[in-house]
């Protein structure tokens, strides 16, 4: 690979950004977005690449409906549309930092609840993992920011809540 200094890269199991600041024969001197320096091998870098993601294919699905997926979290809830923000189930790329998988989930929920609004159906399913909470405590926060809806625990697995259920107030609810 041909590196130059001041490259913007990506380290192997890091987290962040990276700007080269010394090219060394087998090293490469980095630093963060915070000013931090770090040393890593030439193989444990690689540079980074704007994409279009409006370009990206999506497996064996309907373009039109790549944010959402069927998967109903109890037999109680097998009649609700549901949406799953995993990232992988969502298609983005491994290389987002964690803000940037973040921001995609929340855009994919707004672009759900206009969906169902407009398909007038009132009440759904959100599937956010259990994990640390960060995603489930930005939809809630969302939630009660805009109005119109609400939200409760639809899933528990071993003591935590996986997914939500959302219900909007047709007459009230006013799309993202």
């Known amino acids: 690979m041909s590196w130059f200094v001041g490259q913007q890269v990506s380290v192997l199991r890091e987290s962040g950004i990276f700007t080269i600041q010394e090219i060394r024969k ?36 309907n373009p039109s409906s790549h944010t959402h997926r069927q998967k109903p979290s109890s037999a109680k809830d097998n009649a609700l549309p549901s949406i799953d923000l995993h990232a992988e189930v969502l298609g983005l790329p491994l290389y987002y930092t964690a803000h940037e998988v973040l921001c995609a989930q929340i855009v994919a929920f707004q672009r759900y609840c206009n969906q169902q609004f407009y398909s007038r159906k009132a009440k759904f399913l959100v599937i956010h993992g259990v994990g640390e909470g960060r995603l489930k405590k930005e939809i809630k926060q969302l939630v009660l920011s805009h109005g119109g809806m609400s939200m409760n625990d639809a899933q528990w697995s071993n003591g935590t809540v996986g997914a939500s259920r959302i219900e909007l107030v047709m007459s009230a609810f006013e799309p993202f």
Do not use: M, P, W
């Open 26 to 61: 087998t090293q490469l001197v980095l630093t963060d977005e915070n000013g931090f320096s770090y040393t890593y091998t030439h193989d444990l870098v690689v540079a980074r690449q704007a994409i279009e993601v409006h370009k990206i294919k999506y497996k064996d699905e």
